[in-house]
């Protein structure tokens, strides 16, 4: 008589933020190889060149892994295993139960329904909800019916006043804030991950940390890594959630850190829904084809620092076809100058603070910011207040932008990035979708370069940018 083997027996006690499994010597490698993934550069690293180590990263540690990691992969988990779970039990978080805000929207409603069901149920989980969708609000608004502690977590001293500001509109009462040299937590506080982390074995913030029920990780794509995961251990809140617009959840090295983090998917709301929905605007997208004619290798040269950049290099190949390119900078000028003759607010975006103080000259002759990591925080405030009142209309900005920027009034994006990351530019196509009044559309220009190396980059924005839903048009020639 044929004999089926039975899975093996899994034991699993969730712990606050940790979930402890009990099982065979055995059969731990199921689960292990399951909540494993391949270090993104492996090939490159040293210790796995020489086999010394195979690349694999593993979240199962001393039997024990992030709860929200066993959440999002249970039914994967019971597969393979007979899983028995028990929970400790801790009293349960509570929420008031008030009347919805006059400008609450239905998707709003129901993500804010979302994350009270899974901070009971789970712990936590991931929001993926679109640029300029509301999701600091969304954190406003759940604060608002928790009746214990939370912190808002940003990852720059930029956002920190700005989110500090929504998020008190939205609740209605005074938000604390830890970072940029201030300490002064509240029931709801704004804090940075550099402040938290830099501090966290301080016994003032220990004994603070004990305290808060609930944490918010803002812009969850930028903030996967070994030290946000450290700080969330430490702080061990009951809940953790993750907010963001952009998250390549079929890749694992993205996926099983980001649900370490906080756990399952638990919300959607698309760039494409919003705009249908009439919430967000429309837009178009104008691929500028750049076909670079600079021939040969790009020369070394010594960098600000003094430090010598070999000739060829990537660093030395972009500063030539992207930074110092007198043809290419001449197209990402004629589209600015159009859109502004047109009276369109604009972005110019670039990714280095020599090309921004390179185009930046070539806008003597007209009102604008050039915002970079380098300038004051206020001025960039500042910048983005005055183009939201109509008092400024082109603006030339590096990666500042790519994250938790509020512009409403902005209508014309022009991307001479030239980088490749998908990520960052559905981020910044999204920064271009909120909805204000006068504002009819948005224009996002694509500087797309050809017979070069970076046409590559190129072709992996277009192919991110289809996935707005945004009709594309193609210019035969910039």
């Known amino acids: 008589m044929r004999t089926i083997a039975r ?30 993934y391949q270090h993104p550069r492996a090939d490159y690293i040293s210790s796995v060149q020489s086999g010394d180590w195979d690349g694999m990263i593993c979240l199962v540690r001393n039997g024990k892994a992030q709860v929200g990691l066993f959440h999002a992969y249970r039914e994967e988990i019971e597969k393979l295993y007979r ?17 919805a805000q006059t400008e609450e929207r239905p998707y709003q409603k129901r993500a804010v329904a979302a994350m009270i069901d899974a901070t009971v149920k789970l712990g936590g989980g991931i929001i993926l909800s679109a640029t300029g969708s509301g999701k600091t609000w969304l954190a406003g608004d759940y604060f608002r019916r928790l009746t214990g ?17 929504e998020l008190s509109k939205a609740i209605g009462e005074k938000v604390g804030i830890v970072g940029n040299s201030q300490y002064a937590p509240e029931r709801i506080t704004v804090a940075t991950i550099q402040t938290l982390h830099k501090h966290r074995r301080k016994q003032a913030f220990r004994n603070w940390f004990r305290k808060v029920d609930v944490l918010l990780v803002d812009e969850l794509h930028v903030q996967l890594n070994r030290r946000n995961l450290d700080v969330i251990t ?26 370490a983090l906080a756990g399952p998917v638990i919300f959607e709301y698309g760039l494409e829904e919003g705009v249908k929905e009439g919430y967000l605007s429309k837009g178009r997208i104008v691929i500028v084809p750049f076909n670079d004619t600079l021939k040969g290798q790009a020369p070394g040269y010594k960098n600000a620092a003094g430090k010598k950049i070999a000739a060829g290099s990537p660093i030395a190949e972009y500063r030539r076809h992207i930074c110092l390119n007198k043809s290419r900078n001449d197209l990402v000028e004629k589209y600015a100058r159009l859109a502004l003759a047109k009276g369109r607010k604009v972005f110019i975006l670039v990714e280095r603070v020599m090309h921004l103080r390179i185009l930046e000259k070539r806008f003597a002759d007209v009102k604008h910011y050039a915002l970079s990591g380098q300038v004051d925080k206020e001025v960039r405030l500042e910048a983005m207040r005055e183009m939201d009142a109509g008092q400024l209309n082109l603006v030339l900005a590096t990666r500042v932008f790519g994250k938790g920027v509020d512009v409403r009034r902005v209508d014309c994006i022009i991307d001479a990035t030239g980088k490749p990351s998908r990520n960052n530019a559905l981020q910044r196509y999204g920064r271009g979708s909120r909805k204000t009044e006068g504002k009819k559309d948005l224009l996002y220009y694509d500087i797309s370069d050809r017979n070069s190396t970076f046409a590559v980059a190129a072709w992996t924005r277009l192919r991110a940018l289809r996935e707005t839903g945004a009709p594309i048009i193609k210019l035969k020639k910039g």
């Open 149 to 165: 502690t939370g912190v808002f977590v940003v990852d720059e001293l930029t956002l920190l006043e700005q989110a500090r500001r």
């Open 83 to 99: 899983v028995k779970v028990t929970v400790e039990e801790e009293p349960p978080l509570a929420f008031r139960d008030l009347p």
């Open 7 to 36: 899975k093996p027996l899994l034991r699993v006690t969730i712990r606050r933020r940790k979930a402890i499994f009990e099982c065979r010597p055995d059969d731990a490698f199921l689960l292990e190889d399951l909540l494993s």
């Open 234 to 259: 430490r702080i061990r809140p009951r809940a953790v959630f993750g907010l963001t617009a952009t998250l390549q959840l079929k890749k694992a090295h993205v996926r099983l850190p980001a649900m």
